[in-house]
């Protein structure tokens, strides 16, 4: 037991007892009737997405944090349980590491077994994710692809949008479930900074093309 306080595996059995702890108390908050995964979502504004619409986004995922949170499938799943399963990833990376390097050598100094674990935890979460995913219950006349999105309204999160990299708007769909979408500007429209309004009006993969919205949307 002491040996899981040691220097070498201290940080994932952190990671290990803090997902214990959420678990134990979504656990709990099930029990009196209100998930508290479910709080966390509608604090941060999202719901889970279709499927059609995600997968497009994993399709022209990059290296932005926008994308990479798409990668790992935000928004398919309650954010608590992507933080559970990524704590989890973590800690087992972890403590599989350092027991094959204490067998074969010597434990790794903790902060490289740290970068390493991490290094692992990314594809793990995205695959663990999409699993998940699959046994969320959805109501199916709440689903919406890609495509029902064109002829919306948004606001910019991660601007300017411009001609360059695409940047992040928040849509909300004829549902009220509400989506993260990377999109750029149109060809001729000029740069959106963060918290504009904007029309999206057309797809290019899974890049959105925008453009200023009139007063009147």
């Given amino acids: 037991m002491s ?5 070498a595996l201290f940080p994932f059995t952190l990671a290990a007892a803090v997902m214990a702890g959420f ?9 009196v009737g209100q998930s508290l995964s479910g709080l966390v979502d509608g ?17 022209q995922a990059g290296a932005s944090p926008a994308a990479l ?14 933080l559970i399963l990524g704590l989890a990833a973590f800690a087992l990376a ?26 692992a935890t990314v594809p793990a979460l995205r695959v663990s994710t999409r699993a998940v995913a699959r046994l969320i219950p959805r109501d199916e006349s709440y689903v919406v692809s890609a495509d029902d999105l064109i002829g919306v309204t948004a606001e910019v999160t991660l601007g300017p949008l411009d001609q360059g990299l695409p940047g992040q708007v928040r849509a909300v769909d004829r549902h009220g479930n509400t989506h993260f979408l990377r999109a750029r ?22 890049v959105y093309v925008a453009v200023p919205a009139g007063p009147d949307l």
């Avoid at 949170?69 to 992507?82: D, E, Q």
């Fill in 69 to 82: 949170m798409s990668w790992i499938n935000l928004g398919r799943v309650p954010f608590l349980i992507l």
């Fill in 3 to 7: 040996g899981l306080v040691g220097p």
């Fill in 23 to 31: 678990v134990l108390v979504e656990a709990l908050s099930l029990l």
């Fill in 185 to 206: 500007a149109a060809p001729d429209a000029p740069a959106m900074e963060s918290g504009a309004r904007v029309l999206i009006v057309d797809r290019a993969e899974a």
């Fill in 43 to 59: 604090a941060m504004g999202h719901e889970a997405a279709g499927g059609d619409l995600a997968t497009a986004a994993d399709a």
């Fill in 94 to 119: 972890g403590f599989v590491l350092q027991g094959l390097a204490a067998a074969l050598v010597a434990p790794l100094p903790a902060a490289l077994a740290v970068l390493l674990a991490g290094a």
